[in-house]
Nanobody, 128 residues
Framework: DVQLQAYGGGLVQAGGSLRLSCAVS????????ISWIRQVPGKEREVVSC?????????YADSVKGRFTISSDSNTENEVFLQMNSLKPEDTAVYYC????????????????????WGQGTLVTVSS
């Protein structure tokens, strides 16, 4: 079974940084696309970023380009990281790492049918 565990959220002031981590197990890490998806209560979920080992691509939502960086480390524990810099209050959300079974390539728009494996959410709160 695919298992994902997300952690690293917290409270930070605007302009600050946080790094989220997602531990991935149960899949051949190098064949899958792993996404970070965020949700604000009352709003639709948004694909923030994605990395695909299948084709080496990455994706960033326009709202986070230049501020967030996704990376992965398959040499240790199959982890995907989201480095978030220059955080804004509008980045406040619950962040999830997710993939499909299977999902080999990144998608830029959220469709719940694409994602059937989710880590638990981690809350990021950015104060103004």
């Amino acid at each position: 079974d695919v298992q994902l565990q997300a952690y690293g959220g917290g409270l930070v002031q605007a302009g600050g940084s946080l790094r989220l981590s997602c531990a991935v197990s149960g899949i051949t890490f190098d064949d899958y696309a792993i996404s970070w998806i965020r949700q604000v209560p009352g709003k639709e979920r948004e694909v923030v970023s994605c990395t695909s080992k299948s084709d080496g691509s990455t994706y960033y939502a326009d709202s986070v380009k230049g501020r967030f960086t996704i990376s992965s480390d398959s040499n240790t524990e199959n982890e995907v990281f989201l480095q978030m810099n220059s955080l804004k209050p509008e980045d406040t959300a619950v962040y999830y790492c997710a993939t499909g079974d299977p999902m080999y390539y990144c998608v830029g728009s959220f469709d719940e049918r694409d994602f059937n494996s989710w880590g638990q959410g981690t809350l990021v709160t950015v104060s103004s």
